[in-house]
Antibody
Framework: EVQLVESGGGLVKPGGSLRLSCAAS????????MNWVRQAPGKGLEWVSS????????YYADSVKGRFTISRDNAKNSLYLQMNSLRAEDTAVYYC??????????WGQGTLVTVSS | QSALTQPRSVSGSPGQSVTISCTGT?????????VSWYQQHPGKAPKLMIY???KRPSGVPDRFSGSKSGNTASLTISGLQAEDEADYYC???????????FGGGTKLTVL
């Protein structure tokens, strides 16, 4: 059974940093592209970033480019999102999700990031 | 990239069919056969229901179907059931540097 467990969310002040993690199990992690998708409270889904299986290809939404960094450790079956220069509008539940093709196949339960002074 | 356009809400009675539209541009929906649909119940993670416009993942009932015409994709749910009440989001690939553009979401109410 595919399991994705996000962690690292919390309350952070504007301009601060946070590192999210996603622990994967139940599938061959190194064969899948991985993604971060977020959802602001009461709002819709927004794609944030994607990383290919070998980290050769990395993409970011314009809204986070230059501030967020996606990475992965295939030996540890883990995905990461380093978030710097956080803004109030980054407040959201952050989901990690697998991709095999152009879709998000499996999703974690999410971790809440709140940016507030 | 602008978000795809979905109706804010749709409704139907049990047993009926409903269709949710998702309108984009030739740079996303119209340019690729990579439209996917997600179901999200309150407080839960999204679930993939349709991918590559019309394919269903294993375990998704065949009451759910997808199609596309030009820049508009559609999700049709036939034989509505109470458990179908949820938010539905479309998503399209939009080129090399934009893995996914989502619609604003549609709230389905089963009357």
């Amino acid at each position: 059974e595919v399991q994705l467990v996000e962690s690292g969310g919390g309350l952070v002040k504007p301009g601060g940093s946070l590192r999210l993690s996603c622990a994967a199990s139940g599938f061959t992690f190194s064969s899948y592209s991985m993604n971060w998708v977020r959802q602001a409270p009461g709002k819709g889904l927004e794609w944030v970033s994607s990383i290919s299986s070998s980290s050769s290809y990395i993409y970011y939404a314009d809204s986070v480019k230059g501030r967020f960094t996606i990475s992965r450790d295939n030996a540890k079956n883990s995905l990461y999102l380093q978030m710097n220069s956080l803004r109030a509008e980054d407040t959201a539940v952050y989901y990690c999700a697998t991709s095999y093709g152009y879709r998000f196949d499996y999703w974690g339960q999410g971790t809440l990031v709140t940016v507030s002074s | 990239q602008s978000a795809l356009t979905q109706p804010r809400s749709v409704s139907g009675s049990p047993g009926q069919s409903v269709t949710i539209s998702c309108t984009g541009t030739s740079s996303d929906v119209g340019g690729y056969n990579y439209v996917s649909w997600y179901q999200q119940h309150p407080g839960k993670a999204p679930k993939l229901m349709i991918y590559d416009v019309s394919k269903r993942p294993s375990g998704v009932p065949d009451r759910f179907s997808g199609s596309k015409s030009g820049n508009t994709a559609s999700l049709t749910i036939s034989g509505l059931q109470a458990e179908d009440e949820a938010d539905y989001y479309c998503c399209s690939y939009a080129g090399s540097y934009t893995f996914g553009v989502f619609g604003g979401g549609t709230k389905l109410t089963v009357l």
